[in-house]
C-alpha cells in the first residue's frame, strides 16, 4: 500500500469556503450504476422503511485560542480534548510549540488564559491548563472562536454553521460534517417515511487534522479518540439488521464509534480503530459522508468502505462542480463486499 494510492488533485476553488442554505440542499452524489446526482432533501426517497440513521452529537466547542506571550508575541492554542471531568486540562495543539516553555502562561486581553505543559507522549501536542476562575466553557466562549479547518479562510458570519442542529454534548475541536446537512424538517420527513435516529458521541480527535505522513500508510500513527455507544443505540442497530434494515452512519465519526464498539465490545472508551483495505465491517451498511482531503485516514476508510471506485466517484463529483470538505456536499454510500467475498 503507498500513500499515492489515496491522492487526486483537489482544486483550491472546489474547496467550500462558506455552507449552503438551507442545510439539506447540499448536493448529494449517490453512488450505484448509474450514479445520481441529488440533494440531501431527497435523501427520504433515497433511504429505505426501516433503515436507521446514527448521528454523531458531539457539539463543537470555540476551541481555537488567539493569545499573546508576555514577551507580546502571539500564540494559539486549540484545544482538542478535555483529559479531566472539570474541563481545566487539555491536549492542545500549541503554536510556535518549539518557543513556549513549561510554565509559560499566554493571555487573552491581558489576562492569564491558558498555562502551557509538559509534551503528551504522542510528541505533536501538549497538556495544557486553563487559568482563571469561571467555568471553562465560559471562558471559552468569551475568548474562543470556532475551530474552522486552515483550508476554510473565509469568514463565518454564524457559528452555529458549524454545529449540527442535534448537537448535544459540548467537547470536539472539530464538527462531524456530515450532520451539518440535516434540518429539524428533514428529520421529520425522514421519521414519516419510517426511518428513525438514533445518536452515538465521539470526540472527534488529532487524525481530523494532520494529514498521512508516512510512505506507507499503513505505518501512520493513530491517535486515540473518546467514543460513546449508549446501549439503546446499539440495540437499535441490531435490531434493525435482524429485521432486514441498514445501519446508515452519517459520517466517518459515527462508523468510527459504531465499528469500534462492535470491534472491542465495549459502547464506551477510546480508540484508535484504524480503517482501511481488508477491514471487517462489522455493523455499518450505508455511509453518508463529505469529500474528503487527499492523503488522509478519512480517505483510506472511504476505500474501506466502497472499494477502489472511490475514485470514479471523487472525479466524477470534480467534473460536475461538487463542493469539497467541510462545508462542502455529501455522498451516499453504500458497502461494498467485493472485498470481503
Same mark, same amino acid.
Given at each position: ?5 489515496f ?41 429505505? &422503511? ?9 457539539r ?20 482538542? #480534548? ?8 487539555? #491536549? ?54 470556532? &475551530? ?36 429539524? #424538517? ?17 470526540i ?6 494532520q494529514p498521512?505522513?508516512?510512505?506507507n ?8 479518540? /473518546?467514543y460513546?455507544?449508549p ?13 432486514g434494515? /441498514? ?15 462492535a ?14 483495505e ?15 482531503? &487527499? ?15 472511490w ?5 466524477e ?10 462545508f462542502?456536499d455529501?455522498?451516499?454510500? #453504500? ?5 470481503h467475498?
Amino acid at each position: 500500500m503507498r500513500l499515492s494510492d489515496f491522492d487526486y488533485v483537489l482544486p483550491d476553488e472546489r474547496i467550500a469556503q462558506t455552507p449552503i442554505a438551507p442545510r439539506d440542499a447540499a448536493r448529494l452524489l449517490v453512488a450505484g450504476d448509474p450514479v445520481q446526482h441529488r440533494h440531501v432533501s431527497d435523501l427520504p426517497d433515497l433511504l429505505q &422503511p426501516g433503515d436507521l440513521l446514527v448521528v454523531n452529537e458531539t457539539r463543537v466547542i470555540p476551541a481555537r485560542l488567539k493569545l499573546t506571550r508576555s514577551t507580546g508575541g502571539a500564540a494559539e492554542v486549540l484545544l482538542l #480534548e478535555a483529559i479531566d471531568r472539570d474541563r481545566r486540562a487539555w #491536549e492542545a495543539l500549541v503554536r510556535p510549540g518549539k518557543k513556549l516553555k513549561v510554565g509559560e502562561r499566554l493571555f487573552a486581553d491581558g489576562v492569564p488564559l491558558v498555562s502551557i505543559g509538559e509534551r503528551t507522549p504522542a510528541g505533536d501536542t501538549f497538556w495544557v491548563h486553563l487559568l482563571g476562575d469561571a467555568d471553562p466553557l465560559t471562558l471559552l466562549d468569551q475568548h474562543g472562536q470556532m &475551530p474552522l479547518p486552515p483550508y476554510i479562510t473565509a469568514t463565518l458570519k454564524d457559528p452555529d454553521r458549524y454545529q449540527t442542529v442535534f448537537a448535544n454534548t459540548p467537547g470536539s475541536a472539530a464538527a462531524p460534517t456530515a450532520g451539518l446537512h440535516f434540518t429539524p #424538517e428533514l428529520f421529520g420527513r425522514l421519521a414519516a417515511q419510517g426511518i428513525d435516529r438514533v445518536a452515538v458521541e465521539l470526540i472527534v480527535g488529532l487524525d481530523t487534522f494532520q494529514p498521512i505522513s508516512t510512505d506507507n500508510p499503513l505505518d501512520h500513527p493513530m491517535h486515540t479518540e /473518546r467514543y460513546r455507544v449508549p446501549p439503546e443505540t446499539m440495540e437499535a442497530c441490531l435490531q434493525t439488521r435482524e429485521q432486514g434494515g /441498514r445501519v446508515v452512519a452519517v459520517g466517518t465519526t459515527a462508523v468510527r464509534a459504531l465499528e469500534s464498539a462492535a470491534k472491542s465490545g465495549e459502547l464506551s472508551g477510546r480508540t484508535k480503530l484504524f480503517i482501511h483495505e481488508g477491514f471487517d465491517w462489522q455493523l455499518v451498511d450505508v455511509l453518508m459522508t463529505n469529500f474528503h482531503l &487527499p492523503k488522509t485516514t478519512l480517505l483510506m476508510m472511504i476505500d474501506a468502505f466502497a472499494g477502489p471506485d472511490w475514485r470514479d466517484l471523487y472525479a466524477e463529483a470534480l467534473r460536475e462542480e461538487y463542493r469539497f470538505l467541510s462545508f462542502g456536499d455529501a455522498m451516499l454510500l #453504500e458497502r461494498s463486499r467485493s472485498r470481503h467475498l
